[in-house]
């Protein structure tokens, strides 16, 4: 996949850090990603239903660049269970109707593989 797509579907992202804007539920999107891009990594990690309308999705993108860069195993496992720990204080703090519709219902499907594509 060329490089230029990886960067611009972290764009938006990128942005909405930098400038403190929200981030969990992706409003930061400007544009829809490529599919070429999900699809891409999806036959990569073996995570499907990349659309990113989630942050996990997000989440998924920044470690397969990472590993792309190769960045430690240790350091992308540390990324993976502090949004684990996020999730689960989040889970804690808000109704469930209201959490379902920030973190979907395949997030755990989509972690337990990441870590397994991170472990490779």
């Known amino acids: 996949m060329m490089p ?14 930098a400038h403190n804007d929200v981030i969990f539920d992706t409003r930061f999107r400007t544009g829809k990603i490529d599919k070429q891009v ?3 990594i999806s036959n990569v990690t073996g995570i ?21 860069l190769c960045v430690s195993k240790t350091d992308m496992r540390k990324m993976i269970s502090g949004f684990e720990d996020i999730v689960d204080k ?19 499907s989509k972690i337990t593989i990441l870590k397994a594509f991170v472990a490779r």
């Open 90 to 108: 989040l889970r804690l703090n808000i109704p469930t109707n209201i959490f379902s519709q920030i973190i979907h219902t395949d997030n755990q």
């Open 38 to 40: 999900g699809h891409a």
């Open 48 to 68: 499907n239903n990349l659309t990113f309308d989630t942050i996990t999705d997000y989440l998924i993108l920044i470690i397969y660049q990472l590993k792309l």
């Open 4 to 17: 230029q797509r990886l960067i611009y579907a972290t764009k938006d992202l990128r942005n909405a850090i």
